[in-house]
């Protein structure tokens, strides 16, 4: 079972008013939550520490209704064939993150392990 690195990258909140959800983490964690670089995406995550806690503003793709853990591994392709066979479904494929739910319909992502 070689294609979990580590067991959770990142952990994604959606969230209907930012600020506040920024404002709620940071109070409860004592956690900072900063802008997300360019290739990042949108939103704000932590910038030290694992895993990474991130919020983005709600939307209406896979991966804003619900808090997603996210998942590191080796190969996107190989893992995303892996969630097929094991009965799972691949929502939204991507180059960097894919957006799975497992085989009883719990949404959960698949990110790239950074070179």
């Known amino acids: 079972m070689g294609w979990v690195h580590s067991p959770i990258h990142l952990v994604e909140f959606p969230a209907d008013d930012p600020d506040r959800a920024r404002r709620f983490w940071?109070?409860?964690?004592?956690v900072e939550l900063v802008d997300r670089s360019a290739d990042e995406g949108e939103g704000w995550q932590t910038a030290v520490?694992?895993?990474?806690?991130?919020v983005h503003e709600r939307g209406k793709g896979p991966g804003d209704t619900h808090a997603l853990p996210y998942f590191e591994v080796e190969d996107l392709e190989v893992a995303s064939r892996r969630v097929i066979?094991?009965?799972?479904?691949?929502?939204?494929?991507?180059?960097?993150?894919?957006?799975?739910r497992d085989s009883e319909g719990s949404p959960f992502g698949l990110a790239a392990r950074a070179t």
């Open 85 to 100: 066979e094991l009965g799972g479904e691949v929502i939204h494929p991507g180059a960097r993150w894919v957006i799975c």
């Open 26 to 30: 940071t109070g409860l964690l004592g």
């Open 49 to 54: 520490g694992a895993p990474t806690l991130g």
